[in-house]
């Protein structure tokens, strides 16, 4: 097939882009470099059938440019977003503005090529919802923007499955929309704008101290890389569901759906990376959710998919990539 991955030099991006030339596609990777960096996709420099282009996602110029240099467009996987929770709260209107525009740009190229598109969402489209685990169909709640800019993030994917739910019942596009939850693994930033797990890893290892929000007993599902990106490439080369089902304007939540709070998985790394532990505990970002599991019933049933992947051993797998560098 061929596709485009924007968003294609970030963590997530890098490894889709990895697979699907591995599962013998044609991609065009489309990056900005603004949180993406080339050496992600080192391992990919001479493959046949590989471009990358340092380009802006919202740009439909761009997109069309990728798509010619594949002579024609199969999937857009579009990737590209803001993301980080410190940029919520410093560069709310950039988050929004960028995570709209460049999904806006995807839906006109898919419906300009008439090919598939995957989008890609996230749990915090929920924003608040208390209500667990969080499911197709449940009500998307966010607290008032007086309060912090936290679902800067969150309403723009909410607003985002809206536009892609939209074309797909007005233009009758084949779209899909998949929900990763707190995946980890090698590429994943480890500084202040990353993710936690290897913000914590990045700590540990050096023997710094790490700052654990409140009383750390907010609960996550880390989803371990190779098992998310097997679920997106489900959602994108599927043309029907492994239950016969119909997957165009489908949404499935990609993620492991056990919970684990954040102490735990401090405690884990420590006891993994064999160092004594440092830990003090601060006050966490306003608007941050206390809990968030998946139902992925509907990812088993359609997509034939289910994470393997124990937390340990997803760590250790992990740990082992950054003794490499």
Known sequence: MRCIVTGGAGFLGSHLAESLIVHGNEVVVIDDLFRGRWKNLEM??????????????????????????????????HLAAINGTKWFHEKANMVV??????????????????CRLVFT???????????????????SVFSSPHLHQRHSYGASKYLGEILVQHAHRTKDLDTRIIRPFNVYGPRSPGNDYGQVVNIFLENIIAERQITIHDEGKQTRSF?????????IMLAGTLDRGVDGSLLSGGAWNIGMPKETSILELAKLIYEICE?????????????????????ISNAETQLGWYPMTELQQGLESTLRSFQMV
């Open 121 to 139: 969402s996230s749990p915090e489209a929920f924003g608040d919802n208390q209500e667990m685990p969080l499911a197709n169909g449940m009500s």
């Open 223 to 231: 989803t371990w890389i190779n098992d998310a990106i097997e679920g």
């Open 275 to 295: 160092k004594e532990e440092k830990i003090i505990f601060g006050k966490g970002h306003p608007g941050d959710s206390n809990r968030r599991i998946p139902d």
């Open 97 to 114: 503005d960028v995570n709209i525009r460049s999904t806006i740009a995807a839906i006109q190229l898919a419906n300009d090529e008439a």
């Open 44 to 77: 990919l420099k001479g493959s046949p059938g590989y471009w990358k282009m340092k380009g802006d996602a919202c740009s439909i110029e761009v997109l069309k440019e990728a798509a010619e240099k594949l002579g024609g467009v199969d999937v857009i996987y």
